[in-house]
């Protein structure tokens, strides 16, 4: 459809969905010269090979030539490339799959979506890729450095009802974590505290603080080797990075933690040996589309024994 209709369904391109910008008013004669002036985060030489490609499309989705004339009010599409990305040598598993939902057993260190330096090395591409669903939709997030059970829409039509049960608190998530043993630490036990983001450099950590508590999570020892322990545990809310806040802000800070309880800078490459000690170990819901209860487990262990602090 043109201008004014709906974006009709485009095509993946290796695994990756269609990017979209919006076209306002301005001074630019061709599409290149608006892409090269708006997103200057990949060089004009860049747009210029992918219109060239057919890699930028209009809001009909049909591919536009390099030299396209510029078209205010309208949208572009275009498909987000890097030429060099970190590769993860994990594999993702599926651990089930209907119409309605698709859930992935995800290893450490891959990212869920793309961001950042990944495109190609995430579990929304590769998932894409492997089953050519181009409408796949993760409804709840894991940190990249978690291992563990990540669930999908497929559907357009059904995907707020899964994410309506994450937001309503109506899931089941059971993590495991390997972190130091605190021998006066009273277990089990329902720890609560207030997470806020903190701004400046240390924006990627959440903060402790007084106040209201809007964090909550049920902590039990499951068992103790050495200095180390494993610990169980079930988020009660979802707040970002809750569990790994909340262990160090217990003086028991989750083993190759590289953000908490100091942040440390991000290494180009990953140090592969050394995963953070946290696995998103099973979740449970009544599906909103069949009324069945589902329970799934990941096929990820952590090991205590085999934990290095």
């Given at each position: 459809?043109?201008?004014?209709g709906?974006?009709?369904?485009?095509p993946?391109?290796?695994?990756?969905?269609a990017?979209t910008?919006?076209c306002?008013?301005g001074h630019?004669?061709?599409v290149?010269?608006?892409?090269?002036?708006?997103?200057?985060?990949v060089?004009r030489?860049?747009w210029?090979?992918?219109?060239?490609?057919?890699?930028?499309?209009?809001?009909?989705?049909?591919?536009l030539?390099p030299?396209?004339?510029?078209?205010?009010?309208t949208?572009l599409?275009?498909?987000?490339?890097?030429a060099h990305?970190?590769?993860?040598?994990?594999?993702?598993?599926?651990v089930?799959?209907?119409?309605?939902?698709?859930?992935?057993?995800?290893?450490?260190?891959?990212?869920?979506?793309?961001?950042?330096?990944?495109?190609?090395q995430?579990?929304?591409?590769?998932?894409k890729?492997?089953t050519?669903?181009?409408t796949?939709?993760?409804v709840?997030?894991?940190?990249?450095?978690?291992?563990?059970?990540?669930?999908f829409?497929?559907?357009?039509e059904?995907?707020d009802?899964?994410?309506?049960?994450?937001?309503?608190?109506?899931?089941?998530?059971?993590y495991?974590?390997?972190?130091?043993f605190r021998?006066d630490?009273?277990?089990p036990?329902v720890?609560?505290?207030r997470?806020?983001?903190?701004?400046g450099?240390?924006?990627?950590?959440?903060a402790t603080?007084?106040?209201?508590?809007?964090?909550?999570t049920?902590?039990?020892l499951?068992?103790?080797?050495?200095?180390?322990?494993?610990?169980?545990?079930?988020?009660?809310?979802?707040?970002k990075h809750?569990?790994r806040a909340?262990?160090a802000a217990?003086g028991?800070?989750?083993?190759?933690?590289?953000i908490?309880p100091?942040?440390q800078?991000?290494e180009?490459?990953?140090?592969?040996e050394n995963?953070?000690q946290l696995?998103a170990r099973?979740?449970a819901?009544d599906?909103p589309?069949s009324g069945?209860r589902?329970?799934?487990?990941?096929s990820?262990?952590?090991a205590v024994?085999?934990?290095?602090p």
């Amino acid at each position: 459809m043109g201008r004014g209709g709906l974006t009709p369904p485009l095509p993946l391109l290796d695994g990756v969905g269609a990017s979209t910008v919006a076209c306002p008013s301005g001074h630019w004669p061709t599409v290149l010269d608006f892409l090269a002036e708006r997103l200057p985060r990949v060089s004009r030489d860049d747009w210029l090979s992918r219109l060239t490609r057919g890699e930028v499309l209009d809001a009909a989705g049909v591919p536009l030539p390099p030299d396209a004339r510029y078209v205010a009010q309208t949208r572009l599409h275009y498909y987000r490339l890097l030429a060099h990305e970190p590769e993860i040598p994990f594999s993702e598993e599926i651990v089930f799959q209907n119409e309605f939902l698709l859930v992935a057993d995800k290893p450490h260190f891959l990212p869920v979506t793309p961001k950042g330096r990944y495109v190609q090395q995430t579990l929304l591409t590769r998932l894409k890729k492997r089953t050519g669903l181009a409408t796949l939709t993760p409804v709840h997030r894991i940190d990249r450095e978690t291992a563990g059970l990540v669930v999908f829409a497929i559907k357009p039509e059904t995907r707020d009802a899964y994410q309506r049960l994450f937001r309503e608190r109506e899931v089941d998530k059971v993590y495991e974590a390997i972190a130091p043993f605190r021998q006066d630490l009273a277990l089990p036990m329902v720890y609560r505290s207030r997470l806020e983001e903190r701004p400046g450099e240390a924006f990627m950590q959440m903060a402790t603080v007084e106040g209201e508590p809007n964090a909550e999570t049920e902590i039990r020892l499951l068992e103790q080797h050495a200095a180390l322990a494993r610990y169980e545990l079930r988020p009660h809310t979802g707040r970002k990075h809750q569990l790994r806040a909340q262990l160090a802000a217990l003086g028991i800070p989750i083993v190759g933690d590289r953000i908490y309880p100091v942040l440390q800078p991000e290494e180009a490459v990953p140090d592969f040996e050394n995963p953070l000690q946290l696995l998103a170990r099973e979740i449970a819901f009544d599906d909103p589309c069949s009324g069945e209860r589902r329970v799934f487990a990941s096929s990820h262990t952590l090991a205590v024994s085999a934990a290095v602090p």
